[in-house]
């Protein structure tokens, strides 16, 4: 069994800050990318950010230059400090993980059960 809990969610007025954290547990033997995915009201899935276990980051073009994802291995936790927020960042934000289990020989994604950020005054 594998679960990621996502805390940090909530509001904040425009041009403010906030920081998700999502948390891997469970009998984990590898985490390799992990990301960040959005949702707003009426609209699909979006990716927002994702790292790998080695190598360059991504974010949507949406988010570049406001938004940082890191990650703590150690801690299979993965972050998202989101500056600059505009009302358009407002959605639900799920966190995502590409995990093999102990002994399994499958790699297969997780997802959060999702956090709501809203931006409004």
């Known amino acids: 069994q594998v679960q990621l809990v996502e805390t940090g969610g909530g509001l904040v007025q425009p041009g403010g800050s906030l920081r998700l954290s999502c948390v891997a547990s469970g009998n984990i033997a590898t985490v390799y990318a992990m990301g960040w995915y959005r949702q707003a009201p009426g609209k699909q899935r979006e990716l927002v950010a994702v790292?790998?276990?080695?190598?360059?980051?991504n974010y949507a073009d949406s988010v570049k230059g406001r938004f940082t994802i890191s990650r703590d291995n150690a801690k299979n936790t993965v972050y998202l400090s989101m500056n600059s927020t505009i009302p358009e960042d407002t959605a639900v934000y799920y966190c995502y993980a590409r995990i093999k289990r102990t002994l399994a020989i499958l790699i297969l994604d997780y997802w959060g059960q999702g956090t709501q950020v809203t931006v409004s005054s």
């Open positions: 790292i790998p276990s080695g190598g360059s980051t």
